[in-house]
């Protein structure tokens, strides 16, 4: 008999997938049309720029404990659990950015020919994406334990991803890898804590 899949196995299967291929196409070129993408992004004008940039701030490590008291909020019962959860997975995600990226060892925008305007302060390699990645995290841990669609969380991350290229320090495949690893990092921690 086959046993089906939860939402969190197959949120982290999938996210898996796109970190891998991503991470092996990453360490040895940049895709066509990365660079332009991100110099598209970059140069949309202030008003979208500044808009993007503070949602960008949900993929900082203060954000965890945001979403963490809101998912928590949310819910009747079992808030510290819920709490719990989405700052494993928010935690996860950020070090295995740093693990991935230093694997990887791909530039960022400027090392990579994009004639971008820096507009946040970054150092290291790109990736994939820690912003993403702990937003991605975060958000679809919280939906995961709340029983919430998974589609908000996948677009909010999105979102981060495209305020990190309009700040010039990601192109588009460290937004795609920064998914990849949010969704593995919430799914292992959710199904870990349904054990």
Not at 1 to 17: D, F, K, N, T, Y
Not at 19 to 41: D, K, N, Q, R, S
Not at 103 to 110: D, G, L, S, T, Y
Not at 150 to 165: D, E, K, T
């Amino acid at each position: 008999m086959i046993r089906r899949l939860s939402p969190a196995q197959r949120l982290g299967a999938g996210g898996l997938v796109v970190l891998v291929l991503g991470a092996l196409v990453a360490e040895t070129t940049i895709v066509i049309g990365e660079v332009a993408a991100t110099e598209t992004m970059n140069d949309l004008p202030d008003l979208v720029v500044d808009g993007l940039r503070l949602v960008m701030q949900l993929g900082t490590h203060p954000a965890i404990f945001l979403v963490a008291l809101v998912a928590a909020v949310l819910v009747d019962r079992r808030r510290l659990r819920i709490a719990a959860v989405v700052l494993l997975a928010g935690g996860l995600a950020s070090v295995g950015a740093t693990l991935v990226k230093e694997a990887v060892e791909r530039p960022r925008p400027p090392a990579a020919g994009a004639e971008v305007q820096l507009l946040d302060d970054t150092e290291g390699f790109a990736y994939p994406s820690s912003h993403v990645s702990i937003a991605t995290a975060s958000l679809a841990a919280a939906a995961l334990a709340t029983r919430r669609p998974l589609s908000a969380a996948l677009a909010v991350g999105a979102v981060v991803g495209l305020g990190r290229m309009a700040a010039g320090v990601h192109l588009p495949l460290d937004v795609v890898g920064g998914l990849g690893l949010g969704a593995l990092a919430a799914a292992i921690v959710v199904t870990l804590a349904d054990r």
